[in-house]
């Protein structure tokens, strides 16, 4: 089968792929940058740009600016290729900011998650032409935005991505669904999402699935269930151009898929990492003693928290393995080597 071209409002890519905007500093310009040159939709994950000390006093400024710094890297990198876009997690304390300064250094698209991106439209002006996706795990999710987007704005998203649960990082679901995953299966979750998007008259818009994909087979699979393209995270991590530090990567390549657990995330979802050195702690019921900088998350509560999700999720960048947080999805076996990005574009070319 031929993979087709994805399009998204005026954006286009050669193939139906979408890198994921994994945060912290995984989805850098670089993996962006190089997603964009092979073919995809290159995406840098907005969270966690303020470093906790840089950004004691001016988390918001401090973030701003590195954020600016980030995207005008990838335009450079790639040679102001399209289609460039950010993700933001509605989570975030700075959610308005890091929005507007993406609309201000012109990204193509914005994709938005964990949580529901009722206000996304209130900061992006329809002139601008930037696509709209959000992130959602359910047809209900999916109806709440629809009605408000109607509502409020009398906007339509784009194109929606639709997270599974088998899917890497944080987790839309309860954990009663996430251990029996056959009851909301990508397959089912399409059936709501279609049902939806034609209640709203946005019958048409591309509809993209998050998770386990690992190679040009399992796109073509989702193509088959009916999604017009995907969104990869857990396969791009140990790409050369994603930005974490090489120890890191190879944490991930050297995990098993009996590592992977779920635990409760600061953000207030549960989450898929790896049972690295903090997470056995977290498990134990250790509190790691921390001062909270910046409340960089509307939804974490310091007092309460066992560990500072900000720094978990630096540490890695810095191959900090004793302290990371390694998010991860179920096909983590199918990590098996530090690889150039381009190698797994290669296989999408021809029949
Ligand atoms: C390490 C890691 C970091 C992630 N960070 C974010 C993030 O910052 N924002 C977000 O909306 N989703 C994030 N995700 C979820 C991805 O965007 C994507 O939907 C998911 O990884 C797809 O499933 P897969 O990992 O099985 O390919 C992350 C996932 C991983 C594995």
Redesign the pocket.
């Known amino acids: 089968m031929k993979l087709p071209p994805l399009k998204i409002g005026k954006c286009e890519s050669k193939f139906p792929v979408i890198q ?5 500093k ?2 850098s310009a670089t993996l962006a940058a190089e997603t964009i040159k092979q073919g995809g939709f290159g995406t840098i ?3 966690g740009m303020g470093d906790p000390e840089e950004g004691k006093y001016n988390f918001i400024e401090t973030c701003n600016k590195l954020f600016a710094d980030e995207i005008r890297k990838a335009q450079q990198l790639c040679d102001n290729q399209a289609p460039l876009g950010i ?1 933001v ?1 509605v989570a975030i304390s700075n959610y308005k900011e890091i929005v507007e300064t993406a609309v201000k250094e012109g990204v193509d698209f914005i ?4 949580g529901l991106p009722l206000n996304l439209p209130e900061y992006v002006p329809a002139e601008s032409g930037i696509a709209l996706i959000p ?1 959602v795990s359910s047809g209900r999710a999916l109806d709440v935005i629809l009605k408000t987007w109607n509502r409020k704005y009398n906007r339509k998203p784009d194109a929606v ?1 639709v ?1 599974g649960p ?5 987790l839309g679901f309860t954990m009663e669904m996430i251990e029996h995953p056959e009851t909301c299966s990508l397959d089912i979750l399409l059936k709501e999402i279609k049902t939806s998007l034609a209640a709203f008259d946005c019958g048409n818009i591309p509809v993209l699935a ?4 690992s190679c040009r087979a399992d796109i073509e699979r989702m193509l088959q269930m009916g999604y017009d393209g995907v ?5 791009f ?1 140990c790409a050369e151009e994603s930005g974490i530090d090489r120890k890191s990567k190879e944490v991930y390549v050297n995990a098993k898929a009996e590592d992977v657990v779920i635990i409760k995330s600061p953000v207030g979802l549960p989450v898929r990492v790896l049972k690295t050195p903090l997470v056995q702690r977290v498990l134990n019921g250790e509190r790691a003693k921390f001062t909270c900088p910046y409340r960089c998350l509307c939804t974490c509560n310091p007092a309460q928290s066992l560990f500072c999700i900000a720094r978990a999720l630096l540490a890695p960048h810095a191959g900090d393995t004793e302290n990371g947080l ?6 983590i076996e199918a990590v098996t080597r530090i690889y150039p990005l381009k190698e797994f574009f290669d296989t999408l070319h021809g029949e």
């Not at 088998?166 to 944080?170: K, L, P, Q, S, T």
């Open positions: 994921a905007g994994m945060g912290v995984i989805g994950a907005s969270v993700n997690m994709i938005s998650g964990a992130v991505i997270e088998r899917n890497g990082g944080h998050a998770e386990m994909v969104q990869i995270g857990t396969h991590i390694y998010m991860c999805g179920s096909n």
